[in-house]
């Protein structure tokens, strides 16, 4: 899914703890206070030791290690809801088709998708979509432990959202009576405050408002308003099963025999959709230092745009198609921020992977945003069949971290996983570019990922002579260590060993990283900088 659960209010405003955590011998004081705007506009980027603050290094790779180093055009592919390459901080990044002739009408490269300048669209004009559970339930019951998985889940998801609907009507109901009370749309907690009644009614929209706004902050409309959308939708598109997602594009998803569909608009039929795609194409590569919006993480890459990630679960024949034309199309890292709990067709997906790794390109994709163990719990796609053995060594799967250095920087929301979770980096609060040239902070493992993938284009950008197996090698240990114990899921009652959360138990350091792909790279010289 495209949409980023918000497991709580709560955790949007967190404070910083201040105290002091040891790693492989050396002690990292936490932040004191709340970041400052600019430090939480940029907090991936900055650096544990130098700044306090559990970035990944970033501007230490670019201060100290870039100066007179020769770097190579990387092209990462965005598979997700769509890309807006008419934004002003990314259009300068965009990748562009040289073998095709745009808006000719031709498929001048002979590969199946007519004008495919900038990536391809598979969803065409389609955007809400089912989940993969009721898709499965839409279908005759055929006895199967998928089939019966699926109805549990959703029975139980089903009347989640039926109470989350009458939450948010009623929030809704007790906002409304403090705006027609004070007579305007916008009020802060000081004029909430400041209401005097001994009316019943209004006493208790005042005091559920009051709550709501100490939790969710000033910006407190905007997340009711993302509250009761998630809602709708899961109600009206996700969760219905009479409701066809698929039918104005024409294609059937359980037939691999037709490959190719949908159209060359890479950001949908309405910009404003592509958020989610936007916003993870700018935490890689945004332009740096040029005044507006934020930094991305690599500044030679160029963004391959492939829409597949409906508001709803994608499928399986979009995402193993979308992998393998961004593959043929010169991809060399594909981000992959989505995913879902059922996989009707994942031996698609599967040897999408391994098509992948057989090309050399690297593929990092976000762990999940359920606040659940995926060594024992479904998550796809991924690159073990049986959660034990991977079948192919070019995916990197990452959990999200939040800017609390303690026992509390693991994010409440991200899934796990010893032997599934390869490694962490940054993933709430993350500002990054939005389409129509807005800007907007983001939480989710779907920004953990491309957190990642930009410090793996980095990688291959300036040591192209690398592999997708050693750049997968370089993330996962030279990351920076946590040793200590962190809360998961959010409960403070769940306190267990940090480096029982991943593979690696690091978060990604791309100035070690750098460090250490200096060392394993053969052809490693200090050149001047070269574009292209």
Same mark, same amino acid.
Not at 285 to 295: E, F, M, V, Y
């Given at each position: 899914m495209n949409v980023i659960k918000m497991a709580c209010y709560s955790m949007l405003l967190s404070g910083m703890l201040s105290m002091s955590v040891q790693a492989q011998g050396t002690s990292f004081t936490a932040k004191k206070g709340k970041l400052t705007d600019d430090q939480l506009k940029r907090w991936s980027h900055l650096d544990l030791s130098k700044d306090s603050?559990?970035?990944?290094?970033?501007?230490r790779v670019y201060a100290e290690l870039i100066k007179n180093k020769k770097s190579k055009k990387v092209i990462v592919g965005i598979v997700d809801s769509g890309v807006d390459i008419d934004h002003e901080d990314l259009k300068s990044v965009v990748w562009t088709n040289k073998k095709e002739i745009a808006g000719n009408g031709i498929d001048d490269d002979k590969n199946g998708y007519i004008d495919d300048v900038h990536g391809w669209n598979f969803l065409g004009d389609s955007g809400?979509?089912?989940?993969?559970?009721?898709?499965?339930?839409?279908?005759? !019951?055929?006895?199967?432990?998928?089939?019966?998985?699926?109805?549990?889940e959703y029975d139980k998801m089903y009347q989640e959202n039926l109470q989350g609907k009458q939450q948010v009507d009623f929030l809704f109901k007790c906002n409304q009576a403090i705006? !027609?009370?004070?007579?305007?749309?916008?009020?802060?907690?000081?004029?909430?405050?400041?209401?005097?009644?001994?009316?019943?009614?209004?006493?208790?929209?005042k005091q559920v408002m009051t709550s709501v706004i100490g939790q969710a902050g000033p910006d407190f409309n905007e997340g009711l308003n993302d509250y009761k959308n998630q809602v709708y939708d899961m109600l009206n598109y996700n969760l219905n099963k009479d409701f066809d997602g698929r039918k104005v594009l024409g294609d059937n998803p359980d037939n691999m025999s037709n490959i190719h569909y949908g159209n060359n608009t890479v950001y949908g039929p309405d910009k404003k959709d592509a958020l989610h795609?936007?916003?993870v194409a700018g935490i890689i590569?945004?332009?740096?230092?040029?005044?507006?919006? &934020?930094?991305?993480?690599? !500044?030679?890459v160029e963004i391959m745009a492939v829409r597949?990630?409906?508001?709803?679960?994608?499928?399986?024949?979009?995402?193993?198609?979308?992998?393998?034309?961004?593959?043929?199309?010169?991809?060399?890292?594909?981000?992959?921020?989505?995913?879902?709990?059922?996989?009707?067709?994942k031996q698609w997906v599967y040897d999408a992977i391994k098509y992948a790794e057989k090309k050399d390109v690297l593929i990092?994709?976000?762990?999940?945003?359920?606040?659940?163990?995926?060594d024992v719990e479904s998550n796809y796609p991924n690159d073990s069949d049986d959660k034990k053995t991977e079948f192919a060594d070019n995916v990197i799967t990452v959990g999200a971290l939040s800017y609390n250095y303690g026992e509390k920087i693991v994010a409440p929301f991200s899934n796990y996983g010893k032997l599934n979770v390869d490694v962490y980096a940054p993933g709430m609060e993350i500002y990054a570019t939005t389409p129509n040239n807005t800007y907007k902070y983001e939480q989710g493992t779907s920004m953990?990922?491309?957190?990642?993938?930009?410090?793996?284009?980095?990688?291959?950008?300036?040591?192209?002579?690398?592999?997708?197996?050693?750049?997968?090698?370089?993330?996962?240990?030279?990351?920076?260590?946590?040793?200590?114990?962190?809360?998961?899921? &959010?409960?403070?009652? !769940?306190?267990?060993?940090?480096?029982?959360?991943?593979?690696? &138990?690091?978060?990604?350091?791309?100035y070690n990283a750098f460090k250490m792909a200096e060392k394993m790279s053969p052809k490693s010289k200090k050149h001047k900088k070269v574009r292209g």
């Open positions: 603050i559990p970035g990944m290094s970033v501007d809400n979509e089912n989940l993969e559970m009721t898709r499965i339930l839409k279908k005759p !019951d055929d006895g199967s432990e998928e089939y019966k998985a699926a109805k549990t705006k !027609d009370y004070l007579k305007k749309d916008n009020y802060t907690l000081e004029e909430l405050k400041a209401i005097e009644t001994t009316d019943p009614a209004l006493s208790k929209n795609g936007t916003h590569a945004q332009s740096r230092h040029n005044n507006i919006g &934020g930094d991305g993480i690599a !500044d030679n597949a990630v409906p508001n709803g679960d994608e499928y399986d024949k979009d995402i193993a198609l979308s992998i393998r034309y961004a593959v043929d199309n010169g991809a060399k890292v594909i981000n992959g921020s989505f995913g879902k709990n059922f996989s009707p067709h990092v994709h976000a762990a999940g945003n359920d606040s659940k163990d995926i953990a990922s491309p957190n990642v993938a930009g410090v793996a284009a980095l990688i291959r950008s300036y040591f192209p002579n690398l592999t997708a197996k050693q750049v997968k090698y370089i993330l996962l240990n030279s990351g920076t260590p946590i040793t200590d114990k962190v809360v998961v899921g &959010g409960d403070p009652k !769940d306190m267990r060993p940090f480096a029982d959360l991943s593979t690696s &138990g690091k978060i990604v350091n791309a």
